[in-house]
């Protein structure tokens, strides 16, 4: 485990960073964008939380939230330290199938609650749905930029944190989902709902 006894080093001052493995690369590199995202999930993820109260109708929502915020932190070490072509298997932490699998399950169960979709949903609805969905929506983007990372560098990069990232964000909808459920269900999307329908402007009162 790290021990952080002084928080400023002035290393990066330069705008480089030192990665898991000691090499330094620059802060606007596509790796360190991409754990970079991974981290402002996270923090997302906190806001959710601190909505959710520890003995309430939401604890176990809450308990799996705070199970997948180590596990961010696991992809974020991970993606900070390249794969190596030498590298001892369990030498360095690493996603693992197990980690994915569990987020599947975890899907499973909370959306066999819910009804069928019909239409897309807006992100909205309790506080801790849109919180929710602001965290999915961050996830999204650090996966896309793990897509960009194992596009440059495929051969030092695990690729099951792209598809634990991509779970995660399926998890997130489903759990906005569920923090709807007592305040009326989903928010849905109403294609053209204020869409003008004549040159007068009005919109359609049919």
Known sequence: ?????????????????????GSRVPKSSV???????????????????AACDADGP?????????????????????????????ETPGKRLRMTDGQI?????????HNAALGPLESFILPGGTELSARLHLARTITRRAERRVVALLAAEPDATNPRTLVFLNRVSDLLFVLGRVANVSNGGDVLWVPGANRETNQGGKADES
């Open 1 to 21: 485990m790290p021990r952080l006894t002084k928080i400023y080093t002035k290393t990066g001052d330069a705008g480089d960073t030192m990665l898991g493995d």
């Open 31 to 49: 790796r360190v964008d991409a754990y970079g995202d991974v981290d402002e999930a996270n923090s997302a993820l906190g806001l959710a939380i």
């Open 58 to 86: 939401l604890a176990e929502l809450r308990n799996a939230l705070l199970s997948i915020q180590q596990d961010l932190f696991d992809v974020g070490a991970d993606l900070c330290t390249p794969l190596a072509s030498d």
């Open 101 to 109: 699998d569990r987020i599947e399950r975890l899907i499973d169960v």
